[in-house]
T-cell receptor, first 116, second 115 residues
Framework: AQKITQTQPGMFVQEKEAVTLDCTYD???????LFWYKQPSSGEMIFLIYQGSYDQQNATEGRYSLNFQKARKSANLVISASQLGDSAMYFC?????????????FGDGTTLTVKP | EAGVAQSPRYKIIEKRQSVAFWCNPI?????LYWYQQILGQGPKLLIQFQNNGVVDDSQLPKDRFSAERLKGVDSTLKIQPAKLEDSAVYLC?????????????FGNGTRLTVT
């Protein structure tokens, strides 16, 4: 079974608007972390934001926030006030604490295009 | 701090040839990973090291791929012999710890083309 599912292969957003990128996950491990990474066309993977399974509050980092709904097993990334430089591929990933030796499993990504 | 260093950035080889990639993680990072990323897909873990020991190599095609991490620092990933389907970006990453709250820090990757 897919551990990380990103159902949106591509998304478009107008500059300065907000956009939500979807991510659902599957695990029976009570201890896990959810991560979002950005991969511009240059190829480097850049860590954006982290949410732990025991965290009560949704994580925020500048214009990035993570909408964590534990019961639904979803961890959507919200980018506010989109900028042209946000155009990139975005990956959701999960690390499990007690199983899989902390291996990071990635989804297949969402390509975000910001329109001027 | 210096990031994860990888070389070369690009490599073109013919099928059945061999190739090696090098990675130097962030200083102090005990955990090192090699990922394969095929165009249009997410990264797939090939091998994970904790210091100089292998933690997970379940998805490494061991008949042709090998990896080592000498003295728990630098790492080399080798493919011999290469196949057409090995064309991909090979990403090296490191993390401070193997715990579930530790993010991965990636290098720029090596883009391999097998002709």
């Amino acid at each position: 079974a897919q551990k990380i599912t990103q159902t949106q292969p591509g998304m478009f957003v107008q500059e300065k608007e907000a956009v939500t990128l979807d991510c659902t996950y599957d695990t029976s491990d009570p201890s896990y972390g959810l991560f979002w990474y950005k991969q511009p066309s240059s190829g480097e993977m850049i860590f954006l934001i982290y949410q732990g399974s025991y965290d009560q509050q949704n994580a925020t980092e500048g214009r990035y926030s993570l909408n964590f709904q534990k019961a639904r097993k979803s961890a959507n990334l919200v980018i506010s006030a989109s900028q042209l430089g946000d155009s990139a591929m975005y990956f959701c990933a999960m690390r499990e604490g007690q199983t899989n030796a902390g291996k990071s499993t990635f989804g297949d990504g969402t390509t975000l295009t910001v329109k001027p | 701090e210096a990031g994860v260093a990888q070389s070369p950035r690009y490599k073109i080889i013919e099928k059945r040839q061999s190739v090696a990639f090098w990675c130097n993680p962030i200083s102090g990072h005990a955990t090192l990973y090699w990922y394969q990323q095929i165009l249009g897909q997410g990264p797939k873990l090939l091998i994970q090291f904790q210091n100089n020991g292998v933690v997970d190599d379940s998805q490494l095609p061991k008949d042709r791929f090998s990896a080592e991490r000498l003295k728990g620092v630098d790492s080399t990933l080798k493919i011999q012999p290469a196949k057409l389907e090995d064309s991909a970006v090979y990403l090296c990453a490191s993390s401070l710890a193997p715990g579930f709250n530790s993010p991965l820090h990636f290098g720029n990757g090596t883009r391999l083309t097998v002709t």
